[in-house]
């Protein structure tokens, strides 16, 4: 991106600083914006333009440089959606397990309880008797617990797996509007700075929405 920097090094160069406004400037972005080789040559081409005659410049990125801004707002605001969308949607698919956790955790107290009941046995005999007895009835349960909660695992790990492949679409199409759209921008704005006129009317944001 066509960093304040960048800029004001060419105002400054030509004693233009008095007559630009804060319009001008690239607003920074709290997220790292994707970028290419295309967009970088781009950004340089623009700062060769620019120097050249900084009187036509001023008028060019006027101009192009709130669009270029709206793009960053708007890969923001698309990204941040993704995030958005996808910790709803994961915290809904851990919701919808909570019963069947909640459930095989009470089956396992249930089963410690057991054991617990047979320890409080002051004769050796009963007491090895009644382990012997709980032992086996629990192992039935544990193995459907083990089974059950091993289903469970599965079940959340596909689920979660779709809302995260979901996510990695959702950030492709954010930086691919961001990346084409600067691009757009970037070349309309090198095609002012080497003469082109303004448009007249308000260039319209070709960008989707994600």
């Known amino acids: 991106m066509f960093s304040k920097l960048s800029l004001l090094a060419v105002v400054l160069a030509f004693g233009l600083v008095s007559g630009l406004s804060l319009g001008l400037m690239i607003k920074p972005s709290k ?52 995030v958005k969308d996808y910790d709803y949607a994961s915290q809904l698919i851990i919701d919808a397990w909570n019963s069947t956790l909640f459930g095989i955790q009470a089956s396992g107290d249930s089963s410690c309880k057991s054991f617990f009941d047979c320890s409080c046995i002051v004769d ?52 691919r509007d961001f990346v084409e759209g600067t691009s757009l921008y970037y070349g309309e704005l090198n095609k002012c700075l080497a003469g082109a006129p303004i448009p007249q009317d308000t260039t319209e944001n070709w960008f989707y929405t994600t």
């Open 31 to 82: 997220l790292q914006l994707p970028t290419n080789k295309k967009i970088l040559g781009l950004q340089q081409q623009t700062e060769e333009l620019a120097a050249r005659d900084p009187g036509t410049s001023i008028a060019c990125f006027d101009y192009y440089i709130p669009l270029i801004n709206g793009l960053s707002a708007q890969y923001e605001f698309d990204y941040n959606k993704c």
């Open 124 to 175: 050796s005999v009963l007491a090895f008797e009644c382990f012997a007895k709980v032992g086996a009835e629990q192992s039935k349960i544990m193995y459907q617990v083990s089974a059950n909660a091993t289903e469970a695992a599965v079940q959340i790990k596909i689920h979660l797996q779709t809302v995260e492949t979901k996510r990695e679409s959702c950030f492709n199409y954010a930086e």
